[in-house]
């Protein structure tokens, strides 16, 4: 029988509170609770224990954080809170206008920049397996605590995102050199110091036979950015001496160049798991093994990807893309 009946019945008996709460095994405040008031027994929940944050508390952490890369335990300490780095957390987490993402890495298009990237668009607009004919190159930085903008904040969705300037140093880092094609991956240069036309002119030499040889003697194409000394005089002068065709390459378009999306792989395997490195020996040793890991069908998905660059230059009237 239920307690609810067993209490009806010994009251109907006339027993008391304390002889039915020894007879049904229950405490004496819960039969004298539902004797007073049987239609609520048992409907009550539990509320547990109270919060130790209150309203105002909860406002402040989340307008703390508000577009913010505070950490949890800075924004205890600054504000003298009495809670634990979960419970800020746990706060910012179930906020639903808050969301913890990377800074944006963004560079700002000129009219001048839109209008070339525009018009390099509308060159190549009919270009398909003629960008398998295009060796791609680049430079990339690697700081021994991770990549360049490497940090995240909690974004607010109600406000515009924030942007990221590169920082200064990363505790030492390396320089690198590398060039793709549809059927081709250079091998990785390590560049000691800075860059200078002369130095880009024999870090070409070294690797020009290679990729001559991935081509089996066709013509190619040589991709490169604006840097200075890519366009130094004593560099352009390499390339006639040599016969190599230059394409000229509209300023600020990091989205038209696939190898920056490969960087973004290597970046991922190289520092995996928020990996950090304490010398330059191991970074470098791990960067050339994760590039030897990169396969040539992720080389050509990103080559036959062009002409959709392209499209997209067209479509946003030469602004920035997604890519």
């Known amino acids: 029988m239920k307690p609810r009946k067993k209490i009806l019945g010994y009251q109907k008996?006339?027993?008391?509170?304390?002889?039915?709460?020894?007879?049904?095994?229950?405490?004496?405040t819960i039969v004298a609770?539902?004797?007073?008031?049987?239609?609520?027994?048992?409907?009550?929940?539990r509320r547990g224990r109270k919060s130790k944050v209150t309203?105002?508390?909860?406002?402040?952490?989340?307008?703390?954080?508000?577009?913010s890369s505070k950490s949890a335990n800075q924004i205890i300490r600054e504000n003298e809170l009495e809670v634990s780095k979960t419970t800020v957390n746990r706060i910012r987490a179930n906020c639903p206008h808050l969301i913890l993402e990377p800074r944006i890495k963004t560079t700002v298009l000129t009219p001048v920049h839109k209008e070339r990237r525009l018009n390099f668009a509308k060159v190549h607009m009919t270009w398909n397996k003629e960008w398998?004919?295009?060796?791609?190159?680049?430079?990339?930085?690697?700081n021994l605590d991770g990549p360049d903008g490497f940090s995240s904040y909690w974004h607010d969705l109600r406000k515009e995102p924030l942007l990221h300037s590169?920082?200064?140093?990363?505790?030492?880092?390396?320089?690198?050199?590398?060039?793709?094609?549809?059927?081709?991956?250079?091998?990785?240069?390590?560049?000691?110091?800075?860059?200078?036309?002369?130095?880009?002119c024999q870090l070409l030499e070294n690797h020009i036979?290679?990729?001559?040889?991935?081509?089996?003697g066709d013509n190619w194409i040589f991709q490169q950015d604006n840097a200075p000394c890519h366009s130094a005089a004593n560099t352009k002068r390499w390339f006639?001496?040599?016969?190599?065709?230059?394409?000229?390459?509209?300023?600020?378009s990091p989205d038209l160049n696939p190898i920056e999306n490969l960087w973004g792989i290597l970046v991922r395997q190289v520092y995996s798991n928020g990996r950090?490195?304490?010398?330059?020996?191991?970074l470098k040793t791990t960067i050339e093994l994760e590039w030897a890991k990169l396969s040539i069908k992720t080389c050509q998905d990103l080559i036959l990807s062009m002409p959709n660059r392209i499209f997209e230059v067209i479509k946003n009237n030469g602004n920035k893309t997604d890519y």
Request: net charge positive; charged share 30%.
């Open 276 to 282: 950090q490195f304490r010398s330059i020996n191991d």
């Open 166 to 200: 590169k920082r200064q140093a990363g505790g030492g880092s390396v320089m690198i050199w590398a060039c793709f094609g549809y059927n081709f991956k250079s091998r990785i240069s390590f560049i000691e110091g800075r860059m200078d036309s002369t130095k880009y």
């Open 209 to 216: 036979d290679e990729i001559s040889d991935s081509f089996n």
């Open 240 to 252: 006639r001496d040599h016969k190599i065709n230059v394409m000229d390459w509209p300023a600020v």
């Open 55 to 67: 309203p105002r508390t909860k406002r402040l952490i989340i307008n703390q954080s508000s577009n």
């Open 33 to 45: 609770n539902f004797i007073k008031n049987p239609s609520s027994y048992g409907t009550v929940r």
């Open 132 to 142: 398998r004919q295009v060796i791609f190159s680049d430079e990339k930085k690697w």
């Open 13 to 28: 008996r006339n027993y008391s509170i304390r002889k039915i709460a020894a007879n049904i095994k229950r405490s004496h």
